[in-house]
């Protein structure tokens, strides 16, 4: 059988492909490095149509379980699974109803085959996205990237607004460059100390990382949703 991650980002699936990793759920996990969607975006017809896509292959991949990740951003977690809920039910026959994440639906497709789907919200505190995460889990010192806040503090006294969105990808970024890249490595910046260069990044200095933090427990605990029948009894 099969199971399909559904993300909204090359960086996303390079992020959960390594994080798998540390967790050492590889060969537990029914989901390989070929076993995502990657949406460039959250908006309500990709999102169906990447569902259209794994419905009409469900029956030649024996799919049995899609994960559905995607960011928060700003949004109340009631309003996001109200926005999975209605392109589930637009593509699906006889589907169930998500009402809180981490938790399997079922779905019928149109040859009758039974589908689980679940879903997780990237996020720190109810907001953010992926930047948000890696700041929050950032494991070295980062004495440039945290000056960023009196440059934040300036500008806002200047009547100049700085998002969350913003301030994090802006913080990632000087992180990556000047907190945790060698002078050699800063030669090739673009390839080796940015968000551009991700797949670089975590292959070679996970380190950098604290793939411990707390604030990483509910999406261990999505993953966990597609191990094994056999694999989960044994963790029992």
Request: hydrophobic share 35%; charged share 30%; with cysteine.
């Amino acid at each position: 059988m099969s199971n399909i991650l559904v993300v909204e980002s090359k960086n996303d699936r390079i992020f959960i492909n390594t994080f798998i990793g540390f967790l050492n759920l590889e060969q537990n996990l029914l989901i390989s490095v070929d076993d995502y969607r990657e949406l460039e975006g959250s908006d309500a017809t990709k999102l169906r149509t990447s569902l259209e896509v794994l419905k009409d292959e469900a029956p030649q991949i024996g799919l049995e379980k899609i994960g559905i990740i995607l960011d928060i951003d700003n949004e109340a977690e009631s309003k996001k699974l109200n926005f999975i809920n209605e392109c589930i039910n637009h593509v699906f026959q006889n589907a169930s109803r998500l009402v809180t994440t981490k938790e399997f639906i079922t779905v019928t497709t149109d040859y009758d085959d039974i589908l689980q789907v679940a879903c997780y919200f990237t996020q720190v505190d109810s907001a953010g996205e992926l930047e948000t995460v890696l700041k929050t889990i950032k494991a070295k010192n980062s004495p440039h990237a945290d000056c960023l806040k009196d440059w934040k503090n300036c500008i806002e006294q200047k009547d100049c607004k700085v998002t969350l969105k913003e301030f994090d990808k802006f913080w990632l970024s000087i992180y990556l460059r000047y907190d945790t890249c060698t002078k050699e490595e800063q030669k090739q910046a673009s390839k080796k100390c940015s968000m551009s260069g991700f797949d670089y990044v975590m292959k070679n200095k996970q380190e950098i990382w604290d793939f411990h933090h707390p604030v990483l427990n509910d999406l261990k605990q999505f993953l966990q949703l597609f191990v094994s029948a056999d694999e989960s009894e044994t963790q029992h």
